[in-house]
């Protein structure tokens, strides 16, 4: 439980960082998109279950402190969780993997923002589209490989089993 809360409380901080620093660091058009990519790091360590609660407090977060309508990112952060948790629940984890699994995501998670922003007008999907969705995939894929390690202190532990004694009385 004390994991799980501290991963909520990390969640927060990077929608914080998001919304304050990252867009600075913009590269070709784009930026890293911390608590995406902090909710496919914490997809792959503590499963799909948790991972679905933080990428709605994420999302959440994301949409109060935004400008746009409510909802529109909580549900491209599940939608990109999910698609994170397909390659989770298939594959062990290798660098690869992850940086499929972040390169995966952050394309539903743009096709999604930019489809559900598509009935607010044109205008509204030509600023989704200037950003390069190469180089968010190369920047957020690149950000999970240096988080990966420190992610896995997140980890569920593994469930203790406890030996029962049986006993056999013969028939």
């Not at 491209?76 to 989770?88: E, I, K, T």
Request: aromatic fraction near 8%; glycine fraction near 6%; charged fraction near 10%.
């Amino acid at each position: 439980m004390t994991r799980f809360l501290a991963a909520c409380a990390l969640i927060a901080g990077a929608v914080l960082l998001q919304l304050s620093w990252v867009p600075r660091l913009e590269f070709d058009g784009a930026y890293a998109t911390v608590p995406l990519v902090l909710v496919v790091g914490l997809t792959w360590t503590r499963g799909f279950g948790s991972a679905v609660f933080l990428s709605l407090l994420a999302g959440v977060l994301l949409d109060f402190l935004h400008s746009e309508p409510l909802g529109l990112h909580s549900l491209a952060m599940c939608a990109a969780c999910y698609a994170a948790a397909l390659l989770q629940e298939r594959y062990e984890p290798t660098p690869l993997l992850v940086v499929l699994a972040a390169t995966l995501a952050t394309i539903v998670y743009t096709l999604t923002l930019v489809a559900l922003r598509a009935p607010a007008g044109p205008h509204i999907v030509a600023e989704s589209l200037t950003g390069s969705l190469v180089a968010a995939c190369v920047l957020n894929a690149a950000l999970l490989l240096v988080t990966w390690k420190p992610l896995t202190l997140f980890a569920r532990p593994p469930p203790v089993y406890e030996e029962v004694g049986r006993s056999f009385s013969g028939l």
